[in-house]
């Protein structure tokens, strides 16, 4: 309240129309952009090949881990698209958080499943990461319920006005800052970007809808694995992003990183140090 909340801190070095821009645009797709990226992933594929030799073999690292990654050190090394706009004002989010969705099972009909997990691209290794991501899938895919979920199954106990009802209160609670940090953690929707693979299960991306519950500024989809030019392969990835949390310019810069990162999956090693010093 009043200027503070548990996961961020106020942004007070923006400019005048930085400042003005939620109060003409209040929600986040009056403020939404959209941007299609094709990446050549010839080299990611063949860098994978060459670490899942060395790596357990129910362990595979994936396209998606490597996407996940660049990701991830795209936020540390511009800081200024971890951002979201919450009660009219900007505030730059407290650590990397990356949602996901993925399919219980490869199967028509199959529940989703939703993970969200804190990022640490200067100090977690690629290998650390991948581990990472397995130790927090793997109990989702066997039934293990979220506490998220938990708490959706028991607002669902409830008549259709009770949830409307309790709902409102945590968007009032959230406006004012008072909504407590574990609810923040554990709510996918408060994240620094959701991530959803459509490549996975055969599909082409598409752009996906903000939503105005949470903070999550930028929704991104990938597609799946199609030939580009000269046979070399390509995925597209489509970008979905509120505008309000940083100019064009800056945000472009960054979602260009994280393709040349992947294009080029040996930065995807080292830290955010060495990545600013190129």
């Known amino acids: 309240m009043f200027g503070r909340r548990p996961d961020a801190t106020l ?17 986040r797709n009056d403020s939404v952009f959209h941007l ?26 994936t396209l998606f881990h490597l996407f996940l990654r660049s990701l991830s050190q795209a936020h540390a090394l511009r800081p200024g698209v971890n951002r979201f706009v919450k009660s009219g004002k900007l505030w730059q989010r407290d650590g990397i958080w990356l949602s996901f969705s993925a399919k219980r099972e490869i199967k028509d009909g199959a529940p989703m499943i939703t993970i969200k997990r804190r990022f640490e691209p200067a100090t977690e290794s690629l ?9 927090r899938v793997r109990p989702a895919k066997a039934g293990r319920k979220s506490t998220s979920d938990k708490e959706m199954g028991l607002l669902l106990r409830m008549p259709g006005f009770a949830i409307r009802t309790a709902l409102g209160f945590v968007r009032l609670a959230d406006y004012f800052g008072l909504l407590p940090l574990g609810m923040i953690e554990a709510d996918p ?4 970007t959701f991530v959803a693979n459509l490549g996975s299960v055969g599909h082409d991306a598409g752009f996906h809808h903000l939503w105005e519950y949470g903070t999550c500024s930028i929704f991104c989809v990938m597609g ?5 030019p000269e046979g070399r392969r390509m995925m597209r990835v489509c970008w979905t ?9 800056y945000s472009y810069i960054g979602i260009a990183g994280i393709q040349e990162r992947i294009e080029n999956p040996e930065l995807l090693e080292p830290s955010t140090d060495a990545l600013a010093n190129r």
């Open 224 to 228: 799946r694995i199609r030939p580009g």
């Open 36 to 61: 299609p990226q094709d990446i050549e992933v010839e080299a990611a594929l063949e860098f994978i090949d060459k670490r899942n030799r060395e790596r357990p073999p129910e362990r595979p690292m």
């Open 241 to 249: 992003y509120d505008e309000r949390i940083e100019d064009g310019l």
């Open 11 to 27: 942004v007070r070095d923006c400019g005048t129309l930085r400042r003005f821009m939620p109060y003409i645009s209040p929600r």
């Open 127 to 135: 290998d650390e990461m991948v581990d990472g991501i397995y130790d």
């Open 189 to 192: 929707l408060y994240a620094s």
